[in-house]
Protein backbone atom coordinates (compact mmCIF):
# COMPACT_ATOMS: atom_id res chain seq x y z
CA UNK A 1 0.00 0.00 0.00
CA UNK A 2 1.39 3.49 -1.22
CA UNK A 3 1.61 5.59 1.99
CA UNK A 4 0.09 9.16 1.53
CA UNK A 5 3.38 11.47 1.20
CA UNK A 6 3.56 14.95 2.82
CA UNK A 7 5.53 17.06 -0.08
CA UNK A 8 5.32 19.82 2.13
CA UNK A 9 9.31 20.60 2.33
CA UNK A 10 11.37 18.44 0.23
CA UNK A 11 15.43 18.34 1.13
CA UNK A 12 17.37 16.90 -1.58
CA UNK A 13 20.94 15.75 -0.70
CA UNK A 14 24.36 17.37 -2.64
CA UNK A 15 27.28 15.82 -0.95
CA UNK A 16 29.66 18.83 -1.99
CA UNK A 17 27.31 21.11 -0.31
CA UNK A 18 27.20 18.79 2.78
CA UNK A 19 30.98 19.39 3.35
CA UNK A 20 33.03 19.42 5.93
CA UNK A 21 29.69 17.48 7.01
CA UNK A 22 28.42 14.01 6.21
CA UNK A 23 24.89 13.69 4.41
CA UNK A 24 23.54 11.93 6.99
CA UNK A 25 24.42 15.00 9.64
CA UNK A 26 22.66 17.48 7.37
CA UNK A 27 19.72 14.90 6.88
CA UNK A 28 19.27 14.45 10.75
CA UNK A 29 19.10 18.32 11.17
CA UNK A 30 16.67 18.76 8.18
CA UNK A 31 14.70 15.93 9.70
CA UNK A 32 14.58 17.78 13.47
CA UNK A 33 13.98 21.10 11.29
CA UNK A 34 10.47 19.48 10.01
CA UNK A 35 11.61 18.24 6.47
CA UNK A 36 8.19 16.07 5.35
CA UNK A 37 10.43 14.19 2.54
CA UNK A 38 14.32 13.08 1.80
CA UNK A 39 15.54 12.61 -1.81
CA UNK A 40 19.05 11.12 -2.33
CA UNK A 41 20.18 12.12 -5.26
CA UNK A 42 24.17 11.96 -5.70
CA UNK A 43 24.92 12.12 -10.03
CA UNK A 44 28.46 11.89 -9.19
CA UNK A 45 28.75 8.78 -6.72
CA UNK A 46 29.73 5.53 -7.85
CA UNK A 47 26.64 2.54 -7.58
CA UNK A 48 28.05 1.43 -4.13
CA UNK A 49 28.71 4.56 -2.37
CA UNK A 50 24.75 5.80 -3.47
CA UNK A 51 23.68 2.28 -1.82
CA UNK A 52 25.87 2.58 1.09
CA UNK A 53 24.50 6.32 1.85
CA UNK A 54 21.09 5.35 0.86
CA UNK A 55 21.03 2.90 3.32
CA UNK A 56 22.52 5.06 6.05
CA UNK A 57 19.80 7.66 5.28
CA UNK A 58 17.15 4.81 5.89
CA UNK A 59 18.45 4.80 9.32
CA UNK A 60 16.92 8.28 10.15
CA UNK A 61 14.75 8.82 7.49
CA UNK A 62 12.45 5.66 9.01
CA UNK A 63 12.54 6.35 12.85
CA UNK A 64 11.03 9.74 11.42
CA UNK A 65 8.43 8.35 9.47
CA UNK A 66 9.92 10.54 6.41
CA UNK A 67 10.08 8.63 2.68
CA UNK A 68 13.51 8.05 1.57
CA UNK A 69 13.46 8.51 -2.41
CA UNK A 70 16.26 7.78 -4.48
CA UNK A 71 16.79 10.43 -7.50
CA UNK A 72 17.49 8.74 -10.94
CA UNK A 73 18.31 5.19 -9.94
CA UNK A 74 15.48 2.59 -9.77
CA UNK A 75 18.71 -0.19 -9.18
CA UNK A 76 19.52 1.47 -5.84
CA UNK A 77 16.09 2.52 -4.49
CA UNK A 78 15.30 -1.34 -5.76
CA UNK A 79 18.56 -2.56 -3.22
CA UNK A 80 17.81 -0.68 -0.35
CA UNK A 81 13.86 -0.86 -0.10
CA UNK A 82 13.76 2.95 -0.73
CA UNK A 83 10.42 4.77 -0.56
CA UNK A 84 10.38 5.49 -4.34
CA UNK A 85 12.28 7.08 -7.45
CA UNK A 86 12.32 10.28 -8.98
CA UNK A 87 13.32 10.73 -12.43
CA UNK A 88 14.15 13.65 -14.69
CA UNK A 89 13.72 13.90 -18.01
CA UNK A 90 17.48 12.32 -19.04
CA UNK A 91 16.59 9.40 -16.71
CA UNK A 92 14.42 6.36 -17.09
CA UNK A 93 11.22 6.99 -18.73
CA UNK A 94 8.58 7.29 -16.35
CA UNK A 95 6.92 4.61 -17.79
CA UNK A 96 9.49 2.14 -17.59
CA UNK A 97 10.47 3.20 -13.86
CA UNK A 98 6.95 2.37 -12.61
CA UNK A 99 7.03 -1.21 -14.19
CA UNK A 100 10.04 -1.81 -12.46
CA UNK A 101 9.34 -0.18 -8.80
CA UNK A 102 5.88 -1.95 -9.38
CA UNK A 103 2.37 0.39 -7.55
CA UNK A 104 3.33 0.91 -4.27
CA UNK A 105 6.47 3.18 -4.61
CA UNK A 106 6.01 6.32 -4.80
CA UNK A 107 7.16 7.52 -8.43
CA UNK A 108 8.12 11.54 -8.82
CA UNK A 109 8.55 12.91 -12.47
CA UNK A 110 10.56 16.09 -12.65
CA UNK A 111 8.83 18.19 -15.60
CA UNK A 112 9.56 22.00 -16.87
CA UNK A 113 7.07 21.93 -19.63
CA UNK A 114 2.51 20.82 -19.57
CA UNK A 115 3.43 18.35 -22.28
CA UNK A 116 6.19 16.66 -19.88
CA UNK A 117 3.65 17.18 -17.06
CA UNK A 118 0.71 15.28 -18.19
CA UNK A 119 3.12 12.74 -19.77
CA UNK A 120 4.34 11.74 -16.69
CA UNK A 121 0.91 11.71 -14.73
CA UNK A 122 -0.06 9.55 -17.92
CA UNK A 123 3.13 7.09 -17.05
CA UNK A 124 2.06 6.91 -13.97
CA UNK A 125 3.86 9.75 -11.69
CA UNK A 126 2.55 10.03 -7.93
CA UNK A 127 3.49 13.70 -7.91
CA UNK A 128 5.63 15.89 -10.36
CA UNK A 129 8.84 18.18 -9.59
CA UNK A 130 8.45 21.24 -11.50
CA UNK A 131 10.66 24.07 -12.09
CA UNK A 132 12.93 25.53 -12.65
CA UNK A 133 11.24 28.60 -10.69
CA UNK A 134 13.32 30.88 -9.83
CA UNK A 135 16.77 29.90 -11.56
CA UNK A 136 18.59 27.56 -9.28
CA UNK A 137 22.42 27.58 -8.49
CA UNK A 138 22.93 23.83 -8.35
CA UNK A 139 22.11 22.92 -11.86
CA UNK A 140 24.23 24.37 -14.29
CA UNK A 141 22.49 22.43 -17.34
CA UNK A 142 19.33 24.06 -16.42
CA UNK A 143 17.14 25.82 -18.98
CA UNK A 144 15.87 29.96 -18.51
CA UNK A 145 13.56 29.64 -15.32
CA UNK A 146 9.96 28.91 -15.88
CA UNK A 147 8.67 31.73 -12.96
CA UNK A 148 5.84 31.49 -11.30
CA UNK A 149 3.67 31.43 -14.01
CA UNK A 150 4.97 28.38 -15.58
CA UNK A 151 4.61 26.52 -12.17
CA UNK A 152 1.02 27.57 -11.75
CA UNK A 153 0.09 26.82 -15.43
CA UNK A 154 1.37 23.15 -15.00
CA UNK A 155 -0.39 22.77 -11.53
CA UNK A 156 -3.38 23.79 -13.23
CA UNK A 157 -3.00 21.59 -16.25
CA UNK A 158 -2.53 18.11 -14.24
CA UNK A 159 -4.25 16.20 -11.42
CA UNK A 160 -1.20 15.24 -9.46
CA UNK A 161 0.40 17.53 -6.66
CA UNK A 162 2.87 19.51 -8.03
CA UNK A 163 6.39 20.30 -5.72
CA UNK A 164 8.02 23.49 -7.32
CA UNK A 165 11.88 23.51 -7.67
CA UNK A 166 14.59 25.71 -8.74
CA UNK A 167 16.42 28.77 -6.62
CA UNK A 168 13.47 27.93 -3.47
CA UNK A 169 14.64 29.92 -0.35
CA UNK A 170 12.59 30.47 3.09
CA UNK A 171 12.22 34.18 1.75
CA UNK A 172 10.62 33.08 -1.72
CA UNK A 173 8.80 30.00 -0.48
CA UNK A 174 5.32 31.15 0.25
CA UNK A 175 4.58 32.55 -3.16
CA UNK A 176 5.54 29.43 -4.35
CA UNK A 177 2.64 27.85 -2.30
CA UNK A 178 0.39 30.37 -3.35
CA UNK A 179 0.26 29.16 -7.36
CA UNK A 180 -1.16 25.86 -5.19
CA UNK A 181 1.99 23.67 -5.51
CA UNK A 182 2.00 21.38 -2.31
CA UNK A 183 5.51 21.79 -1.81
CA UNK A 184 8.92 23.07 -2.14
CA UNK A 185 11.79 21.06 -3.28
CA UNK A 186 15.37 22.45 -2.38
CA UNK A 187 19.21 21.51 -2.32
CA UNK A 188 21.41 24.66 -1.50
CA UNK A 189 18.26 26.38 1.22
CA UNK A 190 19.21 23.66 3.55
CA UNK A 191 22.36 21.64 2.20
CA UNK A 192 24.46 24.74 1.36
CA UNK A 193 23.01 26.43 5.08
CA UNK A 194 25.26 26.94 7.96
CA UNK A 195 22.22 25.77 10.28
CA UNK A 196 20.39 23.09 8.15
CA UNK A 197 17.95 22.45 10.89
CA UNK A 198 16.83 26.36 11.34
CA UNK A 199 17.08 26.39 7.47
CA UNK A 200 14.56 23.70 6.88
CA UNK A 201 12.36 25.30 9.93
CA UNK A 202 11.63 28.96 8.15
CA UNK A 203 11.00 26.53 4.55
CA UNK A 204 8.41 25.15 6.78
CA UNK A 205 7.08 28.21 8.07
CA UNK A 206 6.83 29.68 4.67
CA UNK A 207 5.05 26.93 3.18
CA UNK A 208 2.50 27.60 6.14
CA UNK A 209 1.97 30.75 5.37
CA UNK A 210 1.58 30.62 1.94
CA UNK A 211 -1.02 28.05 2.41
CA UNK A 212 -2.60 30.55 4.61
CA UNK A 213 -2.40 33.65 2.45
CA UNK A 214 -3.70 31.20 -0.25
CA UNK A 215 -6.70 30.14 1.14
CA UNK A 216 -7.49 33.62 2.64
CA UNK A 217 -7.06 34.48 -0.88
CA UNK A 218 -9.76 31.91 -1.70
CA UNK A 219 -12.23 32.80 1.38
CA UNK A 220 -12.22 36.58 0.06
CA UNK B 1 16.73 -20.84 -17.61
CA UNK B 2 20.50 -19.33 -17.63
CA UNK B 3 22.14 -19.82 -21.06
CA UNK B 4 25.52 -21.56 -21.75
CA UNK B 5 27.58 -18.39 -22.69
CA UNK B 6 29.99 -18.48 -24.65
CA UNK B 7 32.74 -16.21 -22.74
CA UNK B 8 35.35 -16.41 -25.60
CA UNK B 9 35.57 -12.89 -27.41
CA UNK B 10 34.03 -10.63 -24.99
CA UNK B 11 33.59 -7.22 -26.40
CA UNK B 12 32.59 -3.97 -24.35
CA UNK B 13 31.22 -0.75 -25.31
CA UNK B 14 33.14 3.06 -25.62
CA UNK B 15 31.19 5.35 -27.67
CA UNK B 16 34.02 7.73 -27.27
CA UNK B 17 36.44 5.07 -29.14
CA UNK B 18 33.65 4.37 -31.25
CA UNK B 19 33.01 7.75 -32.76
CA UNK B 20 32.53 8.93 -35.53
CA UNK B 21 31.39 5.77 -35.48
CA UNK B 22 28.19 4.66 -33.28
CA UNK B 23 27.99 1.99 -30.70
CA UNK B 24 25.72 -0.28 -32.79
CA UNK B 25 28.11 -0.24 -35.63
CA UNK B 26 30.88 -0.98 -33.97
CA UNK B 27 29.01 -3.38 -32.07
CA UNK B 28 27.73 -4.65 -35.72
CA UNK B 29 31.34 -5.25 -36.84
CA UNK B 30 32.26 -7.10 -33.84
CA UNK B 31 29.86 -9.22 -34.37
CA UNK B 32 30.52 -10.30 -37.71
CA UNK B 33 34.03 -11.34 -36.81
CA UNK B 34 32.89 -14.00 -33.99
CA UNK B 35 32.19 -11.45 -31.16
CA UNK B 36 30.61 -13.81 -28.26
CA UNK B 37 29.11 -11.36 -25.88
CA UNK B 38 28.79 -7.54 -25.87
CA UNK B 39 29.10 -5.71 -22.58
CA UNK B 40 27.16 -2.21 -22.67
CA UNK B 41 29.41 0.00 -20.40
CA UNK B 42 29.14 3.51 -20.81
CA UNK B 43 29.53 5.29 -16.91
CA UNK B 44 28.86 8.78 -18.58
CA UNK B 45 25.89 8.51 -20.25
CA UNK B 46 22.70 9.47 -18.60
CA UNK B 47 20.25 6.83 -17.53
CA UNK B 48 17.50 7.53 -20.92
CA UNK B 49 20.88 7.16 -23.32
CA UNK B 50 22.00 3.97 -21.74
CA UNK B 51 18.35 2.69 -21.99
CA UNK B 52 17.93 3.76 -25.32
CA UNK B 53 21.11 2.86 -26.67
CA UNK B 54 20.86 -0.57 -24.53
CA UNK B 55 17.45 -0.97 -27.08
CA UNK B 56 19.31 -0.45 -30.17
CA UNK B 57 22.13 -3.08 -29.19
CA UNK B 58 19.68 -5.55 -28.49
CA UNK B 59 18.38 -5.49 -31.78
CA UNK B 60 21.62 -6.81 -32.96
CA UNK B 61 22.75 -8.56 -30.19
CA UNK B 62 19.30 -11.00 -30.18
CA UNK B 63 19.18 -11.96 -34.02
CA UNK B 64 23.07 -12.92 -33.37
CA UNK B 65 22.02 -15.01 -30.44
CA UNK B 66 25.10 -13.10 -28.52
CA UNK B 67 24.08 -12.15 -24.91
CA UNK B 68 23.86 -8.30 -24.27
CA UNK B 69 24.94 -7.29 -20.53
CA UNK B 70 25.00 -4.48 -18.63
CA UNK B 71 27.74 -3.12 -16.71
CA UNK B 72 27.07 -1.79 -13.38
CA UNK B 73 23.35 -0.73 -14.05
CA UNK B 74 20.88 -3.08 -12.72
CA UNK B 75 17.89 -0.57 -13.69
CA UNK B 76 19.24 -0.14 -16.91
CA UNK B 77 19.42 -4.04 -17.53
CA UNK B 78 15.73 -4.51 -16.01
CA UNK B 79 14.33 -1.87 -18.18
CA UNK B 80 15.50 -3.46 -21.21
CA UNK B 81 15.87 -6.74 -20.24
CA UNK B 82 19.16 -7.57 -21.23
CA UNK B 83 20.77 -10.75 -20.71
CA UNK B 84 23.06 -10.17 -17.37
CA UNK B 85 24.22 -7.79 -15.76
CA UNK B 86 28.61 -7.10 -14.95
CA UNK B 87 29.08 -4.73 -11.49
CA UNK B 88 32.68 -4.00 -10.60
CA UNK B 89 34.08 -3.20 -6.85
CA UNK B 90 32.58 0.38 -6.75
CA UNK B 91 29.45 -0.71 -8.19
CA UNK B 92 26.27 -2.72 -6.78
CA UNK B 93 27.58 -5.16 -4.48
CA UNK B 94 27.28 -8.53 -6.33
CA UNK B 95 24.70 -10.42 -3.87
CA UNK B 96 22.18 -7.24 -3.99
CA UNK B 97 22.61 -7.82 -7.87
CA UNK B 98 21.75 -11.04 -7.94
CA UNK B 99 18.60 -10.49 -5.91
CA UNK B 100 17.68 -8.05 -7.85
CA UNK B 101 18.10 -9.49 -11.67
CA UNK B 102 17.09 -13.06 -10.13
CA UNK B 103 18.63 -16.55 -10.62
CA UNK B 104 18.42 -16.69 -14.60
CA UNK B 105 20.03 -13.49 -15.42
CA UNK B 106 24.09 -13.79 -16.13
CA UNK B 107 25.81 -12.28 -13.66
CA UNK B 108 29.38 -11.00 -14.20
CA UNK B 109 31.82 -9.66 -11.60
CA UNK B 110 35.49 -7.80 -11.72
CA UNK B 111 38.34 -9.08 -9.47
CA UNK B 112 41.76 -8.41 -8.99
CA UNK B 113 42.34 -10.38 -6.12
CA UNK B 114 41.73 -13.74 -5.06
CA UNK B 115 39.94 -12.40 -1.98
CA UNK B 116 37.85 -10.45 -4.42
CA UNK B 117 36.98 -13.70 -6.39
CA UNK B 118 35.77 -16.02 -4.12
CA UNK B 119 33.39 -13.29 -2.52
CA UNK B 120 31.97 -13.14 -5.79
CA UNK B 121 31.84 -16.62 -6.62
CA UNK B 122 30.03 -17.34 -3.17
CA UNK B 123 27.31 -14.25 -3.75
CA UNK B 124 26.32 -15.38 -7.16
CA UNK B 125 28.73 -14.51 -10.02
CA UNK B 126 28.33 -16.66 -12.85
CA UNK B 127 31.58 -15.31 -14.68
CA UNK B 128 34.59 -13.50 -13.49
CA UNK B 129 36.30 -10.49 -15.52
CA UNK B 130 40.02 -10.51 -13.93
CA UNK B 131 42.27 -8.28 -14.31
CA UNK B 132 43.45 -5.34 -15.58
CA UNK B 133 45.93 -8.15 -17.10
CA UNK B 134 48.99 -6.59 -19.23
CA UNK B 135 47.94 -2.80 -18.46
CA UNK B 136 44.71 -1.07 -19.75
CA UNK B 137 44.40 2.22 -21.70
CA UNK B 138 40.77 2.42 -20.89
CA UNK B 139 40.79 2.82 -17.01
CA UNK B 140 43.20 5.10 -16.37
CA UNK B 141 42.03 4.35 -12.00
CA UNK B 142 43.46 1.03 -12.27
CA UNK B 143 45.54 -0.37 -9.91
CA UNK B 144 49.42 -1.99 -11.37
CA UNK B 145 48.46 -4.88 -13.37
CA UNK B 146 48.05 -8.54 -11.91
CA UNK B 147 50.17 -10.25 -15.01
CA UNK B 148 49.45 -13.29 -16.17
CA UNK B 149 50.13 -14.89 -12.71
CA UNK B 150 47.50 -12.87 -11.12
CA UNK B 151 45.24 -14.38 -13.40
CA UNK B 152 46.50 -17.58 -13.07
CA UNK B 153 46.23 -17.60 -9.57
CA UNK B 154 42.51 -16.39 -9.35
CA UNK B 155 41.31 -19.11 -12.19
CA UNK B 156 43.26 -21.67 -9.85
CA UNK B 157 41.21 -20.22 -7.20
CA UNK B 158 37.72 -20.39 -8.15
CA UNK B 159 34.91 -22.42 -9.93
CA UNK B 160 33.42 -20.28 -12.18
CA UNK B 161 34.61 -19.60 -15.97
CA UNK B 162 37.30 -16.51 -15.79
CA UNK B 163 37.33 -14.19 -18.57
CA UNK B 164 40.84 -11.66 -18.25
CA UNK B 165 40.98 -8.37 -19.23
CA UNK B 166 43.34 -5.27 -19.28
CA UNK B 167 45.42 -4.69 -22.66
CA UNK B 168 44.48 -7.23 -24.24
CA UNK B 169 44.94 -7.30 -28.13
CA UNK B 170 44.79 -10.09 -30.36
CA UNK B 171 49.00 -10.47 -30.10
CA UNK B 172 49.06 -11.27 -26.57
CA UNK B 173 45.34 -12.83 -26.24
CA UNK B 174 46.82 -16.72 -26.91
CA UNK B 175 48.76 -16.54 -23.41
CA UNK B 176 45.36 -15.46 -21.52
CA UNK B 177 44.04 -18.49 -22.55
CA UNK B 178 47.16 -20.68 -21.94
CA UNK B 179 46.32 -19.32 -18.10
CA UNK B 180 42.78 -21.29 -18.57
CA UNK B 181 41.01 -18.29 -18.59
CA UNK B 182 37.59 -19.21 -21.11
CA UNK B 183 37.62 -16.37 -22.99
CA UNK B 184 39.16 -12.22 -23.31
CA UNK B 185 37.63 -9.08 -22.90
CA UNK B 186 38.18 -6.15 -24.37
CA UNK B 187 37.26 -2.35 -24.83
CA UNK B 188 40.27 -0.58 -27.37
CA UNK B 189 41.08 -3.70 -29.03
CA UNK B 190 37.62 -3.50 -30.78
CA UNK B 191 36.11 -0.21 -29.79
CA UNK B 192 39.81 1.52 -31.12
CA UNK B 193 40.54 -0.65 -34.18
CA UNK B 194 40.16 0.92 -37.78
CA UNK B 195 38.47 -2.30 -38.50
CA UNK B 196 37.08 -3.72 -35.69
CA UNK B 197 35.43 -7.05 -37.62
CA UNK B 198 38.77 -8.04 -38.67
CA UNK B 199 40.15 -6.94 -34.91
CA UNK B 200 37.49 -9.07 -33.74
CA UNK B 201 38.20 -12.28 -35.62
CA UNK B 202 41.94 -12.32 -35.00
CA UNK B 203 40.83 -11.91 -31.05
CA UNK B 204 38.91 -15.24 -31.87
CA UNK B 205 41.94 -17.26 -33.58
CA UNK B 206 44.02 -16.18 -30.76
CA UNK B 207 41.95 -17.34 -28.83
CA UNK B 208 41.19 -20.77 -30.69
CA UNK B 209 45.36 -20.96 -30.77
CA UNK B 210 45.18 -20.27 -26.86
CA UNK B 211 43.16 -23.08 -26.67
CA UNK B 212 45.18 -25.37 -28.80
CA UNK B 213 48.49 -24.40 -27.28
CA UNK B 214 46.68 -24.81 -23.75
CA UNK B 215 45.51 -28.39 -24.40
CA UNK B 216 49.05 -28.92 -26.40
CA UNK B 217 50.96 -28.59 -23.48
CA UNK B 218 48.61 -30.62 -21.03
CA UNK B 219 48.77 -33.66 -23.24
CA UNK B 220 52.96 -33.64 -23.51
Not at 103 to 122: F, H, M, N, Y
Amino acid sequence: MKPKVDLSVYVITDRKLAAPRSVVEVVQAALRGGATVIQLREKEAPTREMVELGMALLRVTRPAGVPLIVNDRVDVALAIDADGVHVGQDDMPAALARKLIGPDKILGVSAETVEQALLAQRDGADYLGVGDVYGTPTKPDAGPPIGLEGLRRIVEAVDIPVVGIGGITPDNAAAVIEQSAVGVAVISAVFAAPDPEEATRRLRAAVEAGRQRASGERTL
